[in-house]
């Protein structure tokens, strides 16, 4: 914030030294506060990454380390509800992707913007019958609620097959699996 403010201040200056490109001067550092502005809120702020592959979601939250194989996705909600801890203005909803796995395993994906569109698209892809417009449903919700995305089907009572251990599991990684 001391940055921003010596900056502005080194702005003003400049446009009353030079007034032919006062206009310009301007324009580049506001351009340069929007832009850092934009990149800082890329960031994630309920937890440290997500890595999404063609075969995982690598998911590491605040404390935990998830691989989830997208093949062994079982049962997928997107959830609205009451966060935690309480903000500086009171309570609010945190929105989130529940995933259960055909072997029972339960992982909760903080939903932020950054990487909500990209979650979708990769949901859609290795999910078949996926009810997108229930996700959507749940983004645009100004409640609580669950709004069950896909739920796979089970033939015989035989679980979604399996794919190879990714590179991540092998580096130690708590994997969830089928």
């Known amino acids: ?10 702005v003003f200056i400049s446009g009353k030294l030079w007034p032919r ?3 310009a001067i301007w324009a580049v550092f506001l351009i340069a506060v929007a832009l850092c502005v934009c ?3 890329r960031q994630p702020v309920n937890y440290k990454s997500i890595v999404i592959s063609e075969e995982t979601i690598e998911y590491v939250g605040l404390g935990s380390r998830d691989v989830i194989r997208l093949d062994a996705i079982a049962k997928l909600e997107f959830v609205r ?10 309570p609010y909803l945190e929105p989130k992707w529940v995933i259960q796995t055909a072997s029972g395993a339960h992982v909760e994906i903080m939903d932020e913007w950054p990487h909500r569109m990209q979650l979708l698209r990769t949901f859609r892809k290795h999910l078949p019958g996926l009810d997108a417009a229930a996700a959507k449903t749940g983004f645009k919700a100004r409640r609580e609620g669950r709004w069950l995305c896909s ?19 092998r580096s130690g990684a708590q994997s969830v699996e089928a």
Do not use: C, N, Q
Not at 81 to 90: I, K, N, R, T, W
């Open 1 to 10: 914030m001391f940055f921003i403010g010596l900056a502005t201040v080194i």
């Open 81 to 90: 509800e009451e966060a935690v801890f309480p903000d500086l203005y009171g």
């Open 39 to 41: 990149l800082r809120l």
């Open 21 to 23: 490109y006062e206009s």
């Open 151 to 169: 739920r796979a089907a089970t033939h015989l009572g035989r679980e979604p097959a399996r794919s190879k251990i990714s590179h991540a599991e």
